[in-house]
């Protein structure tokens, strides 16, 4: 085998068992008989009877050769070889050709299906949408990164299944998942729901801030900010129509982040504990006067 499920082209193997006495510099010469090795990369624990070590090759030809054995004998050790999966292939985007035996690409096309039509890039795109839509976020995400033509399909689906998004979709997902997914369909998102939970909020509003220009209405729960997190996430919504913010200990610098908001229709602040606010503001041509623990809107 050559490639992974999406005919894309290994560059990276998978060493699952390796003796704890083993050093990545007994692999570098075995392996490098194969091809021109970039990288060894080991993973011990101490609690593990096994280290783990992955390979990446400089050409995915050189990895082939590896992947035609199941095993291979490294001073005295046997040691099982397995591919790494297709999101860790740095050739995943250029997925969707078809090697020839002779090793070479047809350049005249950047699509090429296997002739028994088994592979999954025949479908048309309203197949591969149907597939995408029954999948849940976080694996809608890792569908997008298998190949360009994917992306490509999950950024139609996102156009309109993600103008809102509900930010509880996003709960058990990684940082880099939600990285990926606001390149893929920030730019299609209007309306955005719920708390950023996150270990680093302010990594999630730099994916925000960065992906997301065309945000209109944003409601946000039990979400703590500093006030430069804020300011830099306001300034990123020059179309902002609604805002509303519960669970936030509100002082004056937070007014000032928002005093270009020209289009600002609605405003709902609720404080927390430590609600320090002026007791009259004006941010564009909204004018709110503080009662207890909010700011309501004189009309």
Same mark, same amino acid.
């Given at each position: 085998?050559?490639?992974?499920?999406?005919?894309?082209?290994?560059?990276?193997?998978?060493?699952?068992?390796?003796?704890?006495?083993?050093?990545?510099?007994?692999?570098?010469?075995?392996?490098?008989? $194969?091809?021109?090795?970039?990288?060894?990369?080991?993973?011990?624990?101490?609690?593990?009877?096994?280290?783990?070590?992955?390979?990446? $090759?400089?050409?995915?030809?050189?990895?082939?050769?590896?992947?035609?054995?199941?095993?291979?004998?490294?001073?005295?050790?046997?040691?099982?070889?397995?591919?790494?999966?297709?999101?860790?292939?740095?050739?995943?985007?250029?997925?969707?050709?078809?090697? *020839?035996?002779?090793?070479?690409?047809?350049?005249?096309?950047?699509?090429?299906? *296997?002739?028994?039509?088994?592979?999954?890039?025949?479908?048309?795109?309203?197949?591969?949408?149907?597939?995408?839509?029954?999948?849940? @976020?976080?694996?809608?995400?890792?569908?997008?990164?298998?190949?360009?033509?994917?992306?490509?399909?999950?950024?139609?689906?996102?156009? #309109?299944?993600?103008?809102?998004?509900?930010?509880?979709?996003?709960?058990?997902?990684?940082?880099?998942?939600?990285?990926?997914?606001?390149?893929?369909?920030?730019?299609?998102?209007?309306?955005?729901?719920?708390?950023?939970?996150?270990?680093?909020?302010?990594?999630?509003?730099?994916?925000?801030?960065?992906?997301?220009?065309?945000?209109?209405?944003?409601?946000?729960?039990?979400?703590?900010?500093? *006030?430069?997190?804020?300011?830099?996430?306001?300034?990123?919504? *020059?179309?902002?129509?609604? @805002?509303?913010?519960?669970? @936030?200990?509100?002082?004056?610098?937070?007014?000032?982040?928002?005093?270009?908001?020209?289009?600002? #229709?609605?405003?709902?602040?609720?404080?927390?504990?430590? $609600?320090?606010?002026?007791?009259?503001?004006?941010?564009?041509?909204?004018?709110?006067?503080?009662?207890?623990?909010?700011?309501?809107? @004189?009309?």
């Amino acid at each position: 085998m050559t490639s992974t499920e999406g005919n894309v082209r290994r560059n990276n193997i998978y060493i699952s068992k390796m003796p704890n006495e083993m050093s990545g510099n007994q692999l570098w010469p075995h392996f490098s008989k $194969f091809g021109k090795v970039v990288m060894v990369r080991i993973e011990s624990d101490v609690s593990d009877e096994y280290q783990r070590a992955f390979i990446s $090759f400089r050409d995915t030809g050189a990895a082939s050769r590896v992947l035609r054995k199941k095993f291979h004998t490294v001073n005295g050790f046997r040691l099982p070889v397995f591919p790494i999966d297709n999101w860790n292939q740095p050739a995943a985007d250029n997925a969707c050709y078809c090697w *020839p035996s002779d090793g070479k690409l047809n350049k005249t096309t950047d699509i090429a299906m *296997p002739l028994n039509g088994s592979n999954m890039l025949s479908l048309n795109d309203d197949c591969l949408e149907i597939i995408c839509a029954s999948l849940n @976020l976080r694996d809608q995400v890792r569908f997008a990164n298998v190949c360009e033509r994917f992306r490509e399909v999950f950024t139609m689906f996102s156009k #309109r299944e993600y103008k809102t998004l509900q930010l509880e979709l996003m709960r058990e997902m990684a940082l880099w998942e939600k990285r990926d997914f606001f390149r893929h369909a920030g730019s299609n998102i209007e309306h955005i729901i719920g708390e950023i939970s996150c270990e680093v909020p302010e990594r999630m509003v730099q994916c925000i801030v960065v992906h997301c220009p065309n945000v209109k209405k944003l409601c946000l729960d039990n979400t703590a900010m500093m *006030p430069d997190c804020f300011t830099t996430l306001m300034w990123s919504m *020059p179309k902002l129509e609604e @805002l509303t913010w519960s669970e @936030l200990n509100y002082v004056d610098e937070y007014t000032k982040s928002m005093a270009h908001l020209n289009k600002l #229709r609605s405003l709902s602040i609720c404080g927390g504990y430590d $609600f320090r606010g002026k007791k009259r503001i004006q941010i564009g041509h909204l004018f709110l006067i503080k009662e207890k623990k909010k700011y309501i809107v @004189l009309f």
